[in-house]
């Protein structure tokens, strides 16, 4: 299946994108970020005790691999407390269908609170029941894949499948618990993934505060979000390759347990506080191409970030620096390695990163269809180069 962008982009002209940048500079700047974040080897067996005031009876929402992985753990941690918990296995897909049924299963047995356990599909089916229901929801990812487990939004599908919409909540979730064992045995390409999508977030929120953009929670982006942008890049660096290493052999060391933290909240809060800029849309464009289907977001993104360095002509250590790591853990560096073979191709992904709305638009002098496969082309001829293709 194909994982889904992390931070959807709501339709709007570039005419009003660029009333939105002139707003942002009156606009108050804001932070918004999970109420808790806990994480570490056996998380799970604290689920009990960082969760107890939020309810006495509880919904686990779970992803097939993710009950398999986690309902041991998190039963033990219940076991002997004055509380009720309830597993349900999902149908895979955050449907409108889905969440109803999860609604009528809270309503009949007087859940308190929701708990999404999985990947982001059962998080965002989680994030939706509480959120119709008024309840509290809890977040328990079991992979690294994406950001999604610390940010206040959903994406959600008809039954048939077809996209519905976005819900934007009030709040982001009250709390999100990451057992880094749990992590570092999931298949090595989502830890991979999950750094390909943090890796645009320092470059994509620099580009918003330079054009005075707002951020995804529409407000004004504060120090504290470049911050934590920026040490989300700099963790990437200098513990990607460790960390990679590590969970290949399905052992936690400092270097798996900082890179869990940079692509789940560093990444997650900081895209949220921070905003999006070509990295994104360049993935949203190449999901036009039927050959990049089943290429993961985060991949596309990390080449999509080497893109926009070349827009911004970025200085050439920069790219260099930006490369080398992509190629160290894994992530493409060229056309051919997130599927595409025809460059006439690039053409349509490049029309469809550009249209109405998509995050592009938040670059300073704004981005042309032409303009962006001219970068894309040129990121591939880079990454061929470094390759020595």
Do not use: W
């Not at 918990?85 to 955050?94: N, P, R, T, Y």
């Amino acid at each position: 299946m194909k994982l889904i962008q992390a931070f959807p982009i709501v339709a709007e002209t570039p005419a009003i994108n660029t009333r939105r940048r002139k707003e942002a500079e009156m606009m108050l700047k804001l932070m918004r970020a999970p109420a808790k974040y806990v994480q570490g080897q056996d998380a799970l067996s604290q689920v009990y005790e960082e969760t107890k005031d939020l309810g006495k009876s509880f919904l686990f929402i779970c992803s097939r691999s993710g009950h398999r992985n986690c309902y041991e753990k998190i039963g033990k941690s219940f076991s002997g407390k004055d509380a009720k918990i309830l597993f349900e296995i999902f149908g895979g897909v955050s449907s409108i269908g889905e969440i109803e049924k999860m609604q009528g299963i809270v309503k009949d047995q007087k859940i308190d609170c929701v708990v999404g356990v999985g990947g982001g599909s059962a998080i965002d089916t989680a994030k939706a029941t509480a959120y119709y229901e008024g309840l509290p929801v809890v977040i328990i990812p079991t992979v690294a894949a994406t950001d999604a487990p610390c940010t206040g939004l959903s994406v959600i599908y008809n039954n048939d499948g077809t996209f519905a919409k976005y819900i934007f909540y009030p709040k982001n979730p009250d709390a999100v618990l990451v057992d880094t064992d749990v992590i570092a045995h999931a298949p090595v390409k989502f830890l991979i993934a999950g750094m390909g999508d943090a890796l645009g977030t320092f470059f994509e929120a620099r580009a918003c505060e330079k054009a005075k953009a707002p951020s995804l929670e529409n407000g004004g982006i504060t120090k504290s979000a470049m911050a934590l942008c920026k040490l989300c890049y700099e963790t990437l660096l200098e513990d990607g390759y460790k960390a990679l290493r590590a969970c290949e052999n399905g052992v936690v060391t400092p270097a798996v347990e900082s890179i869990i933290e940079a692509t789940t909240y560093l990444s997650g809060v900081g895209a949220d506080n921070g905003g999006l800029a070509v990295s994104h849309s360049v993935y949203n464009g190449f999901t036009a191409l039927e050959e990049c289907e089943k290429t993961m977001h985060g991949s596309i993104v990390a080449f999509g970030t080497i893109a926009q360095l070349i827009l911004e002509n970025a200085p050439m250590d920069e790219l260099d620096e930006v490369i080398d790591f992509c190629v160290s853990v894994g992530l493409p560096v060229t056309l051919n390695e997130i599927g595409v073979t025809d460059m006439n191709r690039v053409h349509i992904a490049a029309e469809k990163a550009c249209a109405d709305g998509e995050s592009i638009h938040n670059m300073i002098g704004d981005v042309t269809p032409a303009q962006l496969y001219d970068a894309l082309i040129a990121a591939d001829v880079l990454g061929k180069e470094y390759l020595g293709e």
